[in-house]
């Protein structure tokens, strides 16, 4: 930490501990330059966010990486620009950092306090916050994507109630990387009434090696239920294995992805459900003959969902939180309903779910999966990598304030 009080410091540079300077470095999205992230994050210095009395200023010492800011960068499906109302977006959902300010009304942190944050801000004073469900409530946004001052910069204002303890055994960039994927996988899996997932269950996990799938393997652990990984390159089967898979299977080994066919075209038809009973007799491998999978836990959306509607066991619940690879979702109604299915829409958590998330990395039961960290610099790069799927298994991670990999704390 520098003693010295300066209107802007270099990356990696800490100011002197609460001294707010005037600027800061940060990785600027505009309309104009909208396009894949090598284009559209552009660095810039920048006004310090102000903070409202309820409000707390972070100093981030690192940053993760997710797939939020690719949507930013591309203004796809929407330009999030327009949500905000603002000219600038900063990305960034994930961080740890060092609390640099607080707001009048806030008593449960003080400046000096390390933390990381989660990724959900609402209005206080509406209902649903109070004595409802956060998640329901329609002031709800996503930090650093429907927010625009995010964590791809030395500083970011949070609600006072995003903030959590940091894990103290891990460094900045591990506990800075993973709270957006683990919070949402915990809801998912066990966020919705009747059909949380049970000891002894087989959930169905897409994209098992990615920062969602990576946390979903590991939290159906802690109640020992029985994760099947889906991938999509056999070199990452271990890694998904030694995360808690029960079994894996390489999505490339069969041809049912897209939208559901036409039921009247019989050929294209019984083709397509040909190899869907394929993949269903793959699951059984792991689950044993007949017996479909609890639960799904569903993020690439279009091209998966017809598949996962069909694999789920009567009652089970379909869990979907994303749309990757596509938001038109189709499926075979009449499994649906005849078998009293369940498609679930799941999005982050609210913050009883963040902190028990949470937690459980403190209580070192799960695993940050960091997979690559970089350097400030290469922030476009790691959302270019994530864009294009050529990511290491697990969830990136960025430094901002700390100077190097592996320190644990200011002191
Ligand atoms: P990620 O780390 O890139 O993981 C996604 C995984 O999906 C990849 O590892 C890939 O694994 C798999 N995949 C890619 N193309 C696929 C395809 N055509 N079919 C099946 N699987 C495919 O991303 P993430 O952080 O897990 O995020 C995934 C999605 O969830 C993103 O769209 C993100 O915006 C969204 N998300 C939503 C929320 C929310 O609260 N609503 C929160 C976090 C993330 P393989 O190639 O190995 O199969």
Known sequence: MTTEEKDIYAIGEIPPLGYVPKKMHAWVIRKDRHGNPLQSFVEEEFDIPEIGPSEVLVFVMAAGVNYNGVWAGLGKPISVLDVTKKDYHIAGSDASGIVW??????KRWKVGDEVVIHAMTWDHEDVEVNGGEPMLSETNKVFGYETADG???????????????????????ES????????????????????????????????ASGGL?????????TVGA??????????????????????VLN??????????????????????????????KALWEFTGKGKNVDMVFEHPGESTVPVSMFVVKRGGMVVICAGTTGYNLTLDARYLWMHSKRLQGSHFGNSKQANAANQLVSDGVIDPCVSEVFSWDGIPNAHEKMMNNEHKAGNMAVLVGAAKEGLKSLN
């Open 101 to 106: 300010k607080v707001g009048s009304d806030v």
């Open 151 to 173: 964590t791809f910069a030395q500083f970011t204002s949070v609600q006072a109630h995003q903030l959590m303890k940091k894990p103290s055994q891990l460094t900045w960039e």
């Open 213 to 221: 799938g990576s946390f979903a393997v590991q939290l159906a652990k």
């Open 251 to 280: 999505r490339k080994d069969f041809n049912c992805w897209g939208e559901h066919p036409d039921i009247d075209d019989e050929e294209a038809y019984n083709n397509y459900m040909k190899e869907v009973r394929k993949f269903g």
């Open 176 to 207: 800075g990387c993973y709270n957006l994927t683990l919070v949402t996988a915990y809801r998912m899996l066990f966020g919705h009434s009747g059909n949380e997932l049970k000891p002894g269950e087989y959930v169905l996990v897409w994209g």
């Open 226 to 247: 029985k994760p099947i990984g889906v991938i999509s390159d056999n070199s990452k089967a271990d890694y998904v294995k030694k995360l808690g898979a029960v079994g």
